[in-house]
């Protein structure tokens, strides 16, 4: 259930990602939340809800800074882009 | 946000953290040390704690009975046990307390504590309270451990400068959130190919806009804990206990002393430990308390760590027949949500509240707070050097850049040495003392670290503290095979899954960081063939 709930943040927090900001299309960010809520739901289930919020709070940092600093690695920007 | 407005908080912004930066990485930096000082990095620097360590319920209880007969009735009011089996301390701790009534009509506590082999339960030291609470005997994850909370400035100023630096931290938090104002746009924006500037622009927000709660939890946490015990208690005491801080801390926490009948009826330890890990498997019992021991009326406050409760749970029984009474929270005795939010500050601000993982994922957004100050200030001194007109003389930003390096590599240096070192010392000086030796192999190497930017080359010096830091990282795990016979190889047989789990750790980290210093050695060339090609081309 811990994996699930890992990728599930991990695809909610790509969902929210375009193009180096954060999504503006709502069905994107509503794909991106409901990604999250549910790995929260999941994160509730295992630890109980004040830890389980807690705990979501420190993977979603933690992903968020991992998918931020692979994004030019798996796809580099053209050089002179903004 | 009128501009103005913004200039001064972005001013604000530069000079706490130029001000605290080194500081704060220091706390940070061994903070996510810290996270792992018990008891991943307590077992692996303790031989006799490697192997897991029964319960021994009934041992327990036949040894306190024999030593509560030695001491006498005195000393039976308050009896706290620290249980082995968590393996958070070298050896089990059992005190006998007692309150005394002093000729000024005060109230005195005095007490013998005694330490046992954790396993076999002989007796290795007994000592006064006093005595034993003033002596500090430590090893390299105590010393982590104590260094983050005071910096070995003992209290109150080592307490109060760490408190004060979380508040600092929360400082440069609000004032990064308003000066920051394309957030949400430059949410997922890491540009590596461009500027090394822009780079650690990019780098230095995409760390704290990602992890701002984290960040604003550690700071609030830590300054709480650091200024709760030297300023906020004895503030409340004297407001509403007329200074009595004992009286406040007796009041607000959960252990309280029962009612003494003075009916003799022994206290069934053992049946309350054994009952307690048979009902509640989700709690790990770290110590006891036995208020009123031997008493018909005495009570058993069992505490233990892992149940949905961010700060763990109390058991409390009834000594005499070992029947549940009730559970309870720490600060359970508080009315509403004062007594959770206390609850909380301490797991939250370590990450033990959901085992190794929540440890793991804490103790590297740690090390995003470390290198939160190192961005800014490598930012602050790339703008003072490659600007056309800066505001300081290009002489104090390279120097600064040398203290950065001492400093910071310096540390990291100085923590990484303490692995080898603990090893050897373990070795060498087996069963002695190892807190003086501990003190002088991490400030030593910290000092000579701290010194080496202002005699060699800069980037010689990163290399000349990163480089050792790796291999010192990978040699870790042949160096403990080959001086405890303990390696990869004979997990099974030995079962030191934590140490070896560390060991594994640690060589990975290493093998990383010899990543990085090749890659930081390629973007050095690299500049200094962009800085040499522009320097051609102008001419």
Known sequence: MLAIALILVCIGIVCLNYKGSLAKQPKSVLTGLLFNLVAVVLFCQMYGFARGIFVFLGAFALIGIVVTLSIPIIKPRPSGAE | MKSITIKKLYTLHSWVGLITGILLFVIAFTGAVAVFARPELKIWANENLRTEIPVQSQKLDETIAQYAEIVGPDYLEEVHVRLPSTRVDGSA????????????????HKGTVFQFDPVSWELLAENDMETFFNQHTLDMSTFMAHFHADLHLGRPVGLILTGLLGLTLMVSIVTGIFIHRKILAQLFTFRITKTFSLMLNDAHKLMSVWAVLFHSVIAFTGAFLGLATVILIPAAAYVGFNGDQEK??????????????NVAMPTKLADIIDSSIKDRPDLTFSRFTVMGYGDKNALVYLSGDGSQQLGGETLVYRGATAELLRTQANFGRLEGITGTILDAMFPLHFGNFGGIFVKSIWAILGLATALLPITGLMLWIERGLNAQHPAHKKSTYENFNRLLIGCCGGLVLATVTLFPAQLILNEWMAGQNHTDSIFLTFFSVWIVAILMPFVIQQSNALKAILLPSAWMLI????????????HIFNVLQTKHYVSMSVNLVLMLLGILLLVVVSKLKKQYVNREYSQAKNLVGEV
């Open chain 2, 248 to 261: 406040l801390v007796e009041t607000f926490t959960a252990v309280k002393p029962p009612v003494i009948a």
């Open chain 2, 93 to 108: 701790r059992v005190v006998f307390e007692g309150h005394f009534e002093t000729a000024e009509g005060g109230e005195e």
């Open chain 2, 475 to 486: 040699l870790v795990m042949p160096l403990d095979a080959i001086l405890t016979g303990s």
